[in-house]
Each structure stands twice: as C-alpha cells, then as structure tokens.
C-alpha cells in the first residue's frame, strides 16, 4: 500500500465523521483504486441515508493491507474489505502463498507469526464489518464467513458512453480485440491452437492493448517485456499480432477498428474464473461482440439478456470462431441488448447508489 488516503467533512453524512482508504496508488490512478473508491472517495456530496454513528471512524481496506490494528476486538473502528479477485478459492503453492503473505506483511511481521496468505484473508472476512466485492459469485464465496457481504460493480465510465455495435460485413481479414494485463495473457493456452488455425485461414489480426511489461513476483522482481512474451506465445504468427502500449485512448481507438474480441480464461484457473465480469462489460461497452469462455460471472450476465451462445467452453473455440465470423453482422448486432442494460446499470449513478446501500449496513 503506498498511502491511507483520510477525506473528512463527513463524507458519509450521519454514518461517519471521518473514512479512510488504504489505496493501491497515490493519486489513485491504479485500476482497483480507480474504478472503486475513487469514484467517491473525493466526493464531498457522497453521503448515506439513515445513519446515524457519531465520533466514528471507517476504514475500507484490500486484501493487501496492514490490518492488524483496524481488527483487535476493542478498536472502534468500522473496517470494510474490498475484495475483487478469487483468493477464497485460488489453488497456489504454498511457496506463493508464503511469499505474498511476506510481501503483504513486511519481514518482522511474517516472522513473528508466518501464516500463509490465504488463510489470513479468510480470517479477515470474518473480522471485517462490511465485504464488497465485485460480483455475485465471489459474494457467494464470502457469505459463508460474513453475511455482511455486497456485490459492487466496477465503474467503466472511463471508456465513455456505451457503443452500438460496428459489425462489417466480411468473410475473412478479421480484426480481433483483446485487452488486459500482460500478466494474464497466458490464458490464450485456453484457445491458442484453434485461434492460430483461424487466424491463418482468414488471413486475420489480433489486436492486443496491454502494459508494457510486468513483474513475475510482488510487482518489483523479474521484470518480463510483453513484447518477449507475445512472441513466445504467438510464434508463428508475429505478422499477424500487434502490440500497442495499454491507454484508455488507445484500448478506445483500438476496439473501433476490430470486429470482435476474445477473452479466454484457462479451465483449470480458479482464481481467474471467480473474477467479476468487468472484462466483459468494457467489450460490450466498446462495441464489440465478443467470445468468452464459460466463467460462472460471464454465463450469468450473459445468459440475463439472452447472448449464452457466445460462451465458449473447452475445446469449441474453432468452433465458435466460424459462428461468429459466419454471421458476424447479424449475430454481433445482437449486443445492442448489451448497450441499453449498461446505460442503464453500469454507470456511475448507480454505481454509487451501491455503494450507498452498503455502507448503511455500518449504521446500528
């Protein structure tokens, strides 16, 4: 954690008379910070109906705080967890699980009381106040040990406005989108050889938007260029793949000239297949119909308006490629259903009006 950010004048209007974040960033530019409290944490209109503690501080932390002192059981303090990915369920080596601990903890800490990672985050669950969390499938997994828990989408109105749907009609030379973190780029393992056969047989191109370069271990040792890697991983195809550095104006300029996109999640991947539908949503947002494999967050809300069909699961990537190309303006332009469901809910209004709701629950 690089700060703990303490906004006052009664942020939350009746509830508290004083709320802290433990943020990833500084300025709050990092994406979790960003596209959760950052959307209120610096408003001074920001407030909760109905409560009505007095002389009482929040504190909203991640999984990578410091907790220890915000979870003694005579503090005072109101202790809210905002958790987005799938530790209550991931499957790591206990080297991992060690080593964030340690990263998580600092050297002192760790060796005064070692305990692994996970195991200190589902303490944390218990000990907290409130858990937000990014979607109903990882509300499901924390309600076994704080029925405290809500689901809080992350805001996308960084992207703009939801985009109709820009489908042209073609037989072949697809422009194909994916974006993300270079560090999860291994999940095209999941589609790799069915993709390349595509991509080769209609002389296509993937569009990748992504990070420069990234760590292999706690965001500081072993740095690994996504150049390197994107060769390693479409060998074969260097022709037919382009890099560009990750920007919101990029990510935008990008996804208006692609067809379509992808997100593959590896089957075995637990951890990657609790996360929120947040991927899926900024495609849709973008314009773009888009494959994904069959994650639990990607079938629910696809499945809520009727476009399931564009779930892949293991092995049908050919498959499902050929539909979509086969009938690309007429199946793509399906996810109009995708753009109204987003001006309406996913936006920051309702957004806030979330977080709202969750944090009464602080009020006796």
Known sequence: MDTLRAIENCLLKGLTNIIKYDSYSHDLSHI?????????????????????????????????????????????????????????????????????????????????????FSKSISRLCKACD?????????????????????????????????SEPHCKEKVSNFNIFWEGLSVTLFHFEECMTQLRD??????????????????????????????QLIAEIFKGLESQVKFYPWSIPKVREVASECDFGLI???????????KPENKLLIYWRLGLPTLFSDSPSYLRVSKELGLSD???????????????????????????????????????????????????????
């Open 32 to 116: 979790a910070d960003r596209r959760r409290a950052a959307i209120w944490i610096d408003k001074i209109d920001f407030s909760c109906e109905d409560g009505n503690v007095r002389h009482q501080d929040v504190v909203v932390v991640t999984p990578m705080s410091k907790l220890r002192k915000y979870i003694e059981p005579k503090s005072s303090v109101k202790v809210v967890l905002d958790m987005v990915d799938g530790y209550l369920v991931e499957d790591t080596s206990a080297f991992k699980d060690y080593a964030r601990q340690l990263d998580r903890v600092g050297v002192l800490e760790f060796f005064k009381n070692p305990s692994r």
């Open 310 to 364: 564009f779930s892949v699961a293991k092995g049908k990537w050919g498959e499902k490629l050929s539909w979509l190309a086969n009938d690309l303006v007429g199946q793509g332009g399906r996810i109009s259903s995708a753009t109204e469901m987003l001006r309406e809910n996913h936006n920051e209004k309702a957004i806030l009006a979330k977080w709202q709701k969750a944090f009464q629950t602080l009020a006796p």
């Open 198 to 227: 595509f991509i080769l047989r209609t002389d296509s191109m993937l569009h990748i938007v992504t990070n420069p370069q990234h760590y292999r271990l706690s965001n500081r040792f072993f740095k690994i260029s996504t150049e």
């Open 264 to 274: 593959p999640l590896l089957e075995r991947d637990k951890f990657a297949r609790l």
């Open 130 to 162: 409130l858990v937000t969390v990014g979607s109903e499938e990882q509300a499901s997994a924390v309600r076994a040990l704080n029925p405290n828990v809500f689901p809080i989408w992350d805001c996308h109105d960084e992207f703009g406005s939801p």
